[in-house]
Structure formats: structure tokens, C-alpha cells
């Protein structure tokens, strides 16, 4: 099975800051692989899919790149509501995974 | 509005069954393959399995394997996982999503609420 691994783990920044997180596959996944926020308490919602493309209503400051076994999720320009965890998915195979999280935290 | 709404889930002892249920409503349920997500307290994100639109092609994590079974009915708007000898491990929040195709390879793209299992004796 693929294993996902996210970093950092953790992330403080500002508002207005520009912020990448990254994902890492432990075997190429080509471009499947898909991004979600979540908040505590609330399930996760979907951001990014085949690597790139945004999700309907996902605002534009949120991208995504990479292919194989790297993958980043940038932030253009941190916002209050963006203070969450991330999670990275990969779809490659029949056997999906996640990636462990990010929390991104305000400074 | 697309919905999921899961139920079933409890407090169960350790090596006994459970059956989850997920409904879906307000779009066209076997267009689309299902999957089961789990979050375990504080922790993260973990697929458990998914089914294709017309339950022919399934996929399951390994750690469950031989004890858990997902399938639908379209008939009923319906997916199910039946957990069999479940386990400690297996606590956790457990989340409906659809899947982006109708295959067992997608991203999710609707997520329910979830549902809450518990193994404990």
C-alpha cells in the first residue's frame, strides 16, 4: 500500500501569509491526489482534486501541484476561516490513503 | 441540496458486529462509487473501503480485511459496512462519502456527518 506523508505537521503563521504544505507518496501517483480541509467537530470538505483542480466554491487562493511522489497545497494568502487541518489523499490505487495532517495554526 | 446521513453506530463489545448505513439523497446514488472513512479520537483521516456504482468492485484497507463488508443497494439510496469481530482499534468516527466517479478510485467530494463507534467491554 501507498503511505502519504504530510509536512509539517504542524504550521503557525500569520494572516495574509502564504503558506505551503507539502505531500509526499511513498510510490508515484501519478496526479491522483486530492486535498481536504477540516475543522474540529465538522466533517472534512474537499479542496483540490487530480492535483490541481479546484473544487467548485473553493476559493482561488488555495492551488495545488506536483506529480509522482510530491505534492504541494498553497495558500496565497491565509484568511481567518483557513486556520484548520489539511489532509492530503492519494487515489491511485484501489487502496486509498491519507496523508497523517497538517494543522495550521494562527500565530 | 446532495445529502449523507449515516446511522448505526454505537457502543459494542469487543469481537461483535455492527451494521452502518448511509443514505443518500438529492443526487443520482448509482452514478457514483461510496466509501467508508474513519477518524479515531484526536486522530486522522483513514479509508476504510470503497464500492463502485454497481457494487461489483470493492476495496478495503488491509487492517480490516476479512471482518469488515461494504455494499449498497440503489434501490434504496442505501451503502452499508457491515463491522464483524470488531475490535478496540476499530473506535472511531466513521464517515459516508461519495466518490468523484462511479468507480472504487476517487477522490470524495460529499461527506456526511458520521457516525460514532465505540468498542468497549
Known amino acids: 500500500d501507498i503511505q502519504m506523508t504530510q509536512s509539517p505537521s504542524t504550521l503557525s503563521a500569520f494572516v495574509g501569509d502564504r503558506v505551503t504544505i507539502t505531500c509526499r507518496a511513498s510510490?508515484?501517483?501519478?496526479?491522483?491526489l486530492a486535498w481536504y480541509q477540516q475543522k474540529p467537530g465538522k466533517a472534512p470538505k474537499l479542496l483540490i482534486y487530480k492535483t490541481s483542480t479546484l473544487q467548485s466554491g473553493v476559493p482561488s487562493r488555495f492551488s495545488g501541484s506536483g506529480s509522482g511522489t510530491e505534492f504541494t497545497l498553497t495558500i496565497s494568502s491565509l484568511q481567518p476561516d483557513d486556520f484548520a487541518t489539511y489532509y492530503c489523499q492519494q487515489y491511485s490505487t484501489y487502496q486509498s490513503s491519507f496523508g497523517q495532517g497538517t494543522e495550521l495554526q494562527i500565530k | 441540496e446532495v445529502h449523507l446521513v449515516e446511522s448505526g453506530g454505537g457502543v459494542v463489545r469487543p469481537g461483535g458486529p455492527l451494521r452502518l448505513s448511509c443514505v443518500a439523497s438529492e443526487f443520482t446514488f448509482d452514478d457514483y462509487g461510496m466509501n467508508w472513512v474513519r477518524q479515531a479520537p484526536g486522530k486522522g483521516l483513514e479509508w476504510v473501503s470503497a464500492i463502485n456504482w454497481n457494487g461489483g468492485s470493492t476495496g478495503y484497507v488491509e487492517s480490516v480485511k476479512g471482518r469488515f463488508v461494504i455494499s449498497r443497494d440503489n434501490a434504496k439510496n442505501s451503502l452499508y459496512l457491515q463491522m464483524n469481530s470488531l475490535r478496540a482499534e476499530d473506535t472511531a468516527l466513521y464517515y459516508c462519502?461519495?466518490?468523484?466517479?462511479?468507480?472504487?478510485?476517487?477522490?470524495?467530494?460529499?461527506w456526511g456527518k458520521g457516525t460514532t463507534v465505540t468498542v468497549s467491554s
Open positions: 462519502a461519495r466518490g468523484g466517479n462511479s468507480g472504487t478510485t476517487a477522490y470524495m467530494d460529499v
Open positions: 510510490q508515484s501517483v501519478t496526479t491522483w
